[in-house]
């Protein structure tokens, strides 16, 4: 029986200017830890300096699904106790649900 395909968000955010290497520090200190504590597995992250983007991906193999164990993440104490509110950083997101095949 074929198993069935993991399911990742590939995230791009587009940065303020002048704040990349800041946002990626912050992300890196703050988001990751706190997103690995919650079962969340970050499968890769990549500036593009260019465009003054941050790629990442991100899942979740646990109990629940991908967006419950999110809005319990963002609902978290430990994440509004990080102070890191992503509208100082980000000017735009987006976030598409990818399937891996390779």
Do not use: C
Request: glycine share 6%; charged share 35%; net charge negative.
């Amino acid at each position: 029986m074929k198993e069935a395909p993991e399911i990742l968000q590939l995230r791009t955010y587009t940065v303020r200017d002048g704040l990349l290497d800041e946002w990626v520090e912050r992300w890196r200190s703050d988001v990751v830890p706190l997103r690995r504590k919650w079962g969340f597995e970050i499968g890769g992250a990549w500036v593009d300096r260019e465009r003054n983007q941050f790629v990442w991906l991100i899942s979740y193999k646990g109990p629940g699904t991908f967006e419950e164990r999110n809005a319990q993440y963002w609902a978290s104490p430990e994440r509004k106790a990080a102070g890191l509110d992503p509208d100082d950083y980000l000017l735009h997101t987006e976030d598409r649900t990818v399937e891996q095949h390779y």
